[in-house]
C-alpha cells in the first residue's frame, strides 16, 4: 500500500486546489450542511414548556448525541504516543499493537495474532517542499485508487473520503480513505496520511479488515481514525 502512494508522489506536478467537492461517506469525512435564512411565515402560538422540552431533546439525540459519544469513546482509548525523533515523526498506537521489522518500512506496527491490520511508517527524500506542489487531495486519491487498480491481486478499490488538515507547523497534511477487496486477504479499509517536511515525503497507511462477516466495528474504527489524524512531524526541541 505504501508503495502505491510513494509511487504516485514520483508524477508530474499539477496545481493544488485547497477544497475538494467530494462528498465521502464514511464519518472521518463529514458532509458539511448549509443552513438557509429561515423564510418569513406568519406568527404562530408559542410552544408549550412540554412541547420545547421535546424539541431540545430531539436536537440532542439527532445531532449532538453521536459526536458526543465520539468523543467519550476516543478519550477512553489508551493510545500511546510513538516518536521517531531521528526521522522526525509522531502519531499515536494501540499499545497493544507490535512492532516488527519489514523491508522498505521506516516502521511497523502489527496488531497482536493478526498481521494483516497493520500500521506501517514510510519516509523517503523527495523534491517537494510541501504536498501542495504535488497536487490536490483529490488529485493524490484518485492516483492512489489506480495504482491499487493496476495491481493483479486487487478485485476493486473504491475512494471513501479524502481531506486536509494541517500539522505541525503548518505542514500541509492530506488524509485518505478507501476500501480494497483483494484476493490475499479479502475486503480492507485503508486509511492513510501523507505530508512533507524538510524534503522528505512522511506516509503513514493503516490497513484493517473490514469483511462482510465480520465489519469494522464503531469502536475500532474510531481507534484507527485517532491513529490517522495523530499522524504529523515531531515536535522540534
Known sequence: MALCICNCFTLSNHNPLKFSNSIPRASLFQRHTHLHPPRETPSSPCLTKRDLGLSIVAIFLNGFLPNLQKAILAQDLELQRYTDSKEGFTLLLPPSWIKVEKAGATALFEEANNGSNNIGVVVNPVRLTSLGEFGSPQFVADKLIQAERRKESTKDAVVIGFAERPGQGGLQVYEFEYEVD????????????????????????????????????????????QVLHSFDAAPLT
Open 182 to 225: 483483494s484476493t490475499r486477504g479479502g475486503m480492507k479499509r485503508i486509511f492513510s496520511a501523507a505530508f512533507v517536511a524538510s524534503k522528505k515525503l512522511y506516509l503513514v497507511n493503516i490497513t484493517h479488515s473490514d469483511k462482510p462477516e465480520s465489519p469494522l466495528n464503531s469502536n475500532t474504527r474510531i481507534m484507527l481514525e
